[in-house]
């Protein structure tokens, strides 16, 4: 079983639209959590860091249940530039920084 | 841009074929890690270097060796290449600190034919 898991996807969504992507973990001694952005062919950009207590950005709303070992991220009226693969990442405490990646979601927002 | 840099962009070797990837990290980070990332997966960490020290390594052969140096640009190294070798190699660097932000260089992407 993969440490992070995700919907490969892709979720193609029309402009203005909400959608929602899931992440599940299986490191109980997991600390941190992420979610990235990946464009094309291109290097992982820190999207948003996930607390319990919930946190926003604009458009895009993370949230982590740490009972469940689930994290979701939201992403409200969907623009042409959210097109991306989005990457769910979990770090250990004490793990040397190291980062574990979910598989990511692609997403596609049409017009 | 994060002020990481890789090279080079783009390489191909030939199976059992040694290949050297570089990273400068960015200015005051001193901790560097490296990611392969494999098409459709995300990335996968190999290890990072500390104080030009290994600190901490994922599930890769020995085939797969670095080096930091003094100034903190480092160095992977992947001896007797294998087709599933071919991925994105992504580097990072970061302050030293369990809390801080990894920024990726743009990748070096290795094609094993």
């Known amino acids: 079983r993969k440490e992070v898991e995700q919907d490969p996807g892709p979720f193609n969504v029309p402009e203005g639209a909400t959608v929602a992507f899931n992440c599940t973990y299986s490191?109980?001694?997991?600390?941190?959590f992420f979610w990235y952005r990946q464009d094309c062919r291109k290097e992982p950009k820190l999207l948003m860091s996930?607390?319990?207590s919930g946190n926003e950005d604009g458009r895009f709303t993370a949230q982590l249940n740490r009972a469940s070992q689930y994290i979701s991220l939201l992403i409200r009226d969907s623009k042409l530039s959210d097109s991306a693969t989005y990457l769910c990442v979990a770090r250990l405490t004490g793990g040397g920084n190291k980062l574990t990646f979910g598989t990511g979601t692609q997403l596609k927002v049409e017009l | 841009e994060t002020g990481v840099t890789q090279s080079p962009t783009h390489l191909i070797k030939t199976r059992g074929q040694q290949v050297t990837l570089r990273c400068s990290s960015q200015?005051?980070?001193?901790?560097v890690s490296w990611y392969q990332q494999a098409l459709g997966q995300g990335p996968q960490f190999i290890f990072q270097?500390?104080?030009?020290?290994?600190?901490g390594r994922g599930n890769f052969p020995p085939r797969f060796s670095g080096l930091q140096f003094p100034n903190y640009s480092s160095e992977l190294n992947v001896n007797a290449l294998e087709l599933d070798d071919s991925a994105l190699y992504l580097c990072a660097s970061s302050l030293p600190f369990d809390g801080s932000e990894q920024f990726f260089g743009p990748g070096t992407r290795l094609t094993v034919l």
């Open positions: 200015s005051g980070h001193n901790t």
């Open positions: 996930v607390y319990s």
């Open positions: 490191n109980s001694a997991s600390q941190s």
């Open positions: 270097y500390y104080r030009e020290e290994e600190n």
